[in-house]
């Protein structure tokens, strides 16, 4: 049974192996609260997942670690498990879906860890990690359906509350459901009055459903950035929890977890992984009414790829305004593109790419075809490009904002 006794136990045992993570003031993320950042993405392996983890093997008995373990992860909970382990001097066996950024797979290996991907995302992992804990013997370490793991990562919940006592609302990244638990559980137990805000991806809204239904559910699919909280079903244990401690929980999307993810590196010289940013996509968005409070964002993770790192920030800049695509159409004359250049200049925004190429059947048979990229400020600037543009004489053909690549 899941105690407070037990969330400060874990306190105990994780303080050597942990970090007490920075409480940090963010305020610009949403100017209508006074709101902070928890900064699990600081954490030893760049994961929350340490906590529940490590907990959970050192409460295991001697004859369970001589078998080692085995776990099932997108990529945080596997390096976790590999880290706790290793300091338990245990083998670990990690199944991790084939989708999940290698950065977290090679993270998982150096830790120790032997490596299986699977084809699929989590659960499909899940799956594969239950059949080789039967054939092995090893015992098994879920990432979020256990209470020494829930209890691990309630300790972030006393840590909030010693950093700032008088919180009103805490908004928690949600995938199963363990971080969510035990922060809830821990905060709820010592000040019932502040709000817990569950955050999921729109592509991966189980628990959203599960409540709504009032049962745990299983989706069909999921589909997110968020590979860390790509969960298709809640455990039974956190959906029991949830239902008991949590407010709310909402949802945002691929577009605005990656403005979030673009935010904390231009305002907080923070990186997030899309999971770890999900908090800070609800505040920002004002998907959660918290105008006027103290708030807590929970920064889960910062294990993102490099190699979609650009990609994601290029959905950042879509949603944010940042850049745009014009495809105008031009009289085939020399000193077209110097006017349209000097045009998209003279109102502050930079030049990024472009390419000419001669109209299609549709157009003038003297015309060609401009197609522009731009960096701009915001909406209204591209709006301002735009019409200043047609006030010129220029025809636009297409208009879009978009990533730069």
Known sequence: ??????????????????????????????????????????????????RGAYYKISQLSEEEKSRGVI?????????????????????????????APISKVEATKRYGAQV????GVYDDAYNKAVEMQEKSGATFIHPFNDENVIAGQGTIGLEILNQLPDVDAVIVPVGGGGLISG???????????????????????????SLEHHKAECLAGVSTIADGIAV??????????????????????DDEISTAILALIEQQKLIAEGAGAVSVA?????KIDIKGKKVVCL?????????????????????????????IELPDKPGQLQKVSTIIAGLGANVVAVHHDHAG???????????????????????????ELEKQGFRILEHKQTGIC
Request: charged share 20%; aromatic share 6%.
């Open 116 to 119: 299986t991907l699977v084809q």
């Open 232 to 253: 298709k079903e809640p455990g039974n244990l956190t959906f029991e929890t949830c239902c008991k401690y949590v407010d709310e929980v909402v949802t945002v999307t």
């Open 282 to 286: 609800a505040a920002m968005f004002n």
């Open 299 to 327: 920064v889960s993770g910062g294990n993102i790829d490099v190699t979609i790192l650009s990609r994601v920030i290029n959905r950042g800049l879509l949603k944010a305004g940042r850049s745009a695509d014009f495809t």
């Open 1 to 50: 049974m899941l105690t407070l006794d037990k969330v400060y136990h874990a306190a105990y045992v994780l303080k050597n192996v942990i970090r007490t993570t920075d409480l940090i003031a963010a305020p610009n993320i949403n100017p209508d609260c006074e709101l902070y950042l928890k900064t699990e993405n600081l954490q030893v392996t760049g994961s929350f997942k340490v």
């Open 361 to 387: 059947e549709d157009a003038d048979i003297t015309a060609c075809y401009l197609r522009i990229s731009v960096e701009t400020k915001d909406h209204h600037h591209v709006e301002t490009i735009k019409r």
């Open 183 to 209: 922060v809830a559980f821990a905060i709820k137990s010592l000040n019932p009055n502040c709000k817990i805000y569950g955050v999921q991806a729109s592509g991966a809204p189980s628990m959203v459903q």
């Open 71 to 99: 776990a099932c992860s997108a990529g945080n909970h596997a390096q976790g498990v590999a880290l706790a382990a290793a300091k338990n001097g245990i083998q670990s066996m990690i199944c991790i879906p084939d989708g």
